[in-house]
């Protein structure tokens, strides 16, 4: 399966900070066919930690990857390995490995336990939604008290709810995507919408990522909010087969996003009757 | 929506911060696209391209079926990458702060991880 991999190996070893890094020993997984299976070793490699994506190195200097662990649909749970300092990666996927790890210590350990068990894509959008509601509610009793639209303080610029584009947060006139264009400035920018702007008491909260709209093909050509029809029928889980492909390549295995889709579609159904 | 240059038509899916594509009758994908350090770009009609930081010249194109369908796309994927996300929370967190004079990561336990500071310096 093809990948962006200069992208993703850019991304990588790009000098935007990591979330974690640190030498960790992974588990040899063989894939043997003998009965008997002579002891287990453990490679040193060098893991970086950037968003939802664990990446690993040959060497702390090495300019590319050896592998890379997408940390969706994950676990990340002590073990009782002969090592001490051993935690395991596993995946909602019962047929996706496990990425057993050992740490030099106990903190380092603990360390990487707390930091790959928050790292999934799905719990930053279940946060950031979270506090995006708390800032709705916020606003709305700070209006309700005023009584009138004002502008908070918080900028002196007028900001539109409705509006979806990036904004700069203390003025600078980068715009953002994907965190393309702030290379190497390193302010700190907005996502979303302000609610500086009241309209009347009226306030919008900026949309997020659409979780449903994976754009099925474009078989319809209306906007409906929900799945177009087609989607729903799809017969496989989409991203058991995405993410198997994924980790196959760099021969690793990817986790797999299932219960949690399945989960999304079953709420779709529920709530688009 | 389409791949053209060669207009190859592909099922396209966006999950999380990868957009995977498939040929249209086939179950597995043929490629993903990691959504990070990119840019979406509205070209003409129906149209958008995504390139990325190290390879601006390099656009992925994409037609869809309508221009609708087209914008819906572009603010999707400018939407899904963990840096967008990231991004996100430190902004929201900031305004709750100063809304509330309270900090809404102090219930989830992560108010003193690096990433999500208002000063780092983030992508």
């Known amino acids: 399966m093809k990948l962006n991999e200069r992208s993703v190996a850019h991304y990588a070893t790009c000098d935007s900070p990591a979330d974690h890094a640190g030498f960790l020993r992974k588990r040899v997984e063989r894939h043997h066919h003998h009965a008997h299976h002579h002891g287990t070793s453990y490679q040193r490699r060098w893991f970086v930690l950037k968003g939802n994506l664990l990446f ?71 946060v950031v939604r979270e506090l995006e509601k708390q800032l709705e509610e916020a606003c709305k009793s700070l209006a309700a008290c005023r009584g009138s639209p004002q502008r908070s303080s918080s900028s002196g610029r007028k900001r539109h709810l409705s509006n979806p584009a990036l904004l700069p947060l203390q003025g600078k006139p980068t715009t953002l995507e994907n965190g393309y264009s702030t290379w190497g400035s390193g302010g700190c920018v907005a996502g979303g919408a302000t609610c500086s702007d009241y309209d009347g008491g009226q306030m919008k909260p900026p949309p997020l990522p659409p979780r449903r709209r994976s754009g099925a093909g474009g078989t319809t050509g209306s906007p409906a909010p929900g799945l177009s029809p087609t989607m729903l029928e799809s017969p496989v889980s989409p991203e058991t087969i995405c993410f198997s492909k994924l980790h196959n390549w760099y021969g690793q295995e990817i986790a797999v996003l299932r219960r949690q889709w399945q989960e999304r579609q079953e709420r779709q159904k529920r709530g688009h009757p | 929506p389409r791949v053209p240059a060669v207009l190859k038509k592909r099922l396209v899916k966006l999950v999380v911060n990868f957009l995977f594509y498939f040929r249209t009758d086939e179950a597995e994908p043929i490629g993903a696209l990691l959504l990070e350090h990119c840019r979406i770009t509205k070209e003409e009609e129906n149209v958008f391209s995504i390139s990325f930081i190290e390879e601006p010249e390099r656009k992925y194109c994409f037609e869809c079926a309508t221009e609708e369908q087209c914008q819906e796309w572009v603010e999707a994927l400018r939407r899904a990458s963990y840096e967008f996300l990231r991004r996100s929370l430190i902004f929201y967190r900031n305004e709750i702060q100063k809304m509330t004079g309270k900090d809404p990561l102090e219930q989830y336990g992560i108010s003193e991880e690096a990433r999500f500071q208002l000063g780092a310096h983030r992508q």
């Open chain 1, 56 to 126: 690993y190195f040959e060497e702390r200097e090495s300019r590319e990857p050896v592998g890379l662990v997408v940390l969706e649909g994950c676990t990340v749970e002590l073990c009782e390995a002969a090592e001490e300092f051993a935690f395991a990666i596993r995946f909602d996927d019962a047929g996706a490995r496990a990425y057993v790890l050992v740490a030099d210590g106990q903190a380092a350990m603990e360390a990487w336990v707390k930091a790959l068990s928050r790292a999934s894509f799905d719990y930053m959008r279940l």
